[in-house]
C-alpha cells in the first residue's frame, strides 16, 4: 500500500498557477499499473477528478479542466505535480493525491484506493 502526502502554497491569487505536490511512498511511481491523479472537493460540493498520469507517464485529463492543467512527475524524488493556470476563486478547494490501479476512460474517485489527506488552497488577492 502506497502512503501520498501533498503539500502546496495554501493560498493563490487569482490569475496566478496553483502548482501542488504529492509526495509518495511505499512504492516507485514507476511501478507497473499504478495510475497518480489529483482529484479536488470545493466547498459544499463534491469530488471532482482533474487528472491522471500513469506509470509510463502517459497523461489523461477531465475534458472540462484540460485547457489550464498540467501534471509532470519527478521519479528521483517519488513525486509528481499539479500546476493549474489562471485560478479563480471558484478553484478554491480540498486538492488530494490519489493513487490506483485501474480506471475507466473517464476515471472516478471510487477508482483509487490510496489517498493523501488533502492541501486545502485558496484563491483570493
Known amino acids: 500500500q502506497v502512503q501520498l502526502q501533498e503539500s502546496g502554497p495554501g493560498l493563490v491569487k487569482p490569475s496566478q498557477t496553483l502548482s501542488v505536490t504529492c509526495t509518495v511512498s511505499g512504492d516507485p511511481i514507476i511501478t507497473n499499473s499504478y495510475g497518480w491523479s489529483w482529484i479536488r472537493q470545493p466547498p459544499g460540493k463534491g469530488l471532482e477528478w482533474m487528472v491522471i498520469?500513469?506509470?509510463?507517464?502517459?497523461?489523461y485529463y477531465s475534458p472540462s479542466l484540460k485547457s489550464r492543467t498540467s501534471i509532470s512527475r519527478d521519479t528521483s524524488k517519488n513525486q509528481f505535480s499539479l500546476q493549474l493556470s489562471s485560478v479563480t476563486p471558484e478553484d478554491t478547494a480540498v486538492y488530494y493525491c490519489?493513487?490506483?490501479?485501474?480506471?475507466?476512460?473517464?476515471?472516478?474517485?471510487?477508482?483509487?484506493?490510496?489517498w493523501g489527506q488533502g492541501t486545502q488552497v485558496t484563491v483570493s488577492s
Open positions: 498520469i500513469d506509470y509510463e507517464s502517459r497523461i
Open positions: 490519489a493513487a490506483g490501479r485501474g480506471w475507466g476512460s473517464i476515471p472516478q474517485s471510487s477508482d483509487f484506493g490510496s
